[in-house]
């Protein structure tokens, strides 16, 4: 804790949040979600940056690369800054790609739509899961990296997820508990 109080430069990051403002709409997808991310590393939130980050985020989320869309709503997250016009945009971009998704993206999207309450796209993830596991694309050891991932909360706390006689489990925190049967 005590490194990232010292990389918070209150005059530094202003200057940074305020320039990033300026030339917002000049990113590329990639330093889009860049930025984002290295605010929510710090856990710095600059509300009017947030915002226009927030609106370029709406227009380039079509262009953005799978990882970039994971890294640019993972890190409004964990910034808690809830965007309800980025997530409906979200939601329509995962539902495109939902099947191009690996087990690490999924459990991202899984705690962004979580963490906001955006149940319909989480419970369609849950079923890409489902489905996956069941035709063998991902094995029980690459899934396991989902408790670490998609039931994050802001405790840190993270809630079981285990195998259990043909069942996939996963519930607690603020995430939508399921069980999904695999067949």
Not at 93 to 121: C, I, N, W
Not at 132 to 150: G, H
Request: hydrophobic share 40%; charged share 25%; aromatic share 6%.
């Amino acid at each position: 804790m005590h490194r990232i109080e010292q990389r918070r430069d209150p005059i530094l990051w202003r200057k940074i949040a305020a320039r990033t403002k300026d030339v917002a709409d000049t990113f590329t997808p990639p330093d889009l979600a860049n930025i984002v991310f290295s605010f929510a590393k710090l856990r710095l939130r600059d509300k009017q940056m947030l915002d226009k980050l927030a609106q370029e985020g709406c227009i380039l989320l079509p262009q953005m690369q799978t990882n970039d869309v994971c890294k640019f709503l993972s890190s409004f997250a964990q910034l808690d800054v809830k965007k309800p016009l980025l997530l409906k945009l979200a939601v329509r971009e995962v539902a495109k790609r939902g099947h191009e998704l690996d087990v690490t993206q999924l459990a991202e999207f899984l705690h962004v739509f979580s963490k906001f309450e955006v149940t319909k796209p989480t419970i369609k993830l849950l079923a890409v899961l489902r489905n996956n596991i069941a035709s063998k694309q991902w094995s029980i050891e690459e899934c396991q990296k989902l408790p670490l991932l998609s039931t994050r909360s802001t405790t840190g706390k993270h809630a079981p997820f285990s195998y259990t006689k043909g069942a996939t489990t996963i519930a607690g925190g603020n995430m939508l508990c399921k069980t999904i049967v695999l067949v």
